[in-house]
């Protein structure tokens, strides 16, 4: 049975950090791509970042590009997202994602197998 678990949601300031952490089971977690994605209240879910299998490659959403970074470790079976000076903007449910079939990222949802419960992250300004 494949698990994905996120952790490190909370409440902070703008302009202050958090780490976003995902522990998969179940999947060899190293043959899959992993992705962020986030849904706010009222709003549809929208794509965060991407790693490939690797680790080598990443793929970020424009409003989020050079304040957040996503990470892999693989002997850990975990995947990061390290979020660096956040807005009230970011505010929203984390998810991350597993896609069994390709090992290079992509930002599209429909792709990804496996999802997360969903960690909530609170901005305020």
């Known amino acids: 049975q494949v698990q994905l678990v996120e952790s490190g949601g909370g409440l902070v300031q703008a302009g202050d950090s958090l780490r976003l952490s995902c522990a998969a089971s179940g999947l060899t977690f190293s043959s899959y791509a992993m992705g962020w994605f986030r849904q706010a209240p009222g709003k549809d879910r929208e794509f965060v970042a991407a790693?490939?299998?690797?680790?080598?490659?990443?793929h970020y959403a424009d409003y989020v590009k050079g304040r957040f970074t996503i990470s892999r470790n693989n002997a850990r079976n975990t995947v990061y997202l390290e979020m660096n000076s956040l807005k009230p903007d970011d505010a929203a449910v984390y998810y991350c994602?597993?896609?069994?079939?390709?090992?290079?990222?992509?930002?599209?949802?429909?792709?990804?197998?496996?999802w997360g419960q969903g960690t909530q992250v609170t901005v305020s300004s």
């Open positions: 790693v490939s299998w690797s680790g080598g490659v990443t």
């Open positions: 994602a597993a896609d069994s079939t390709h090992r290079d990222p992509s930002s599209a949802g429909s792709r990804y197998d496996y």
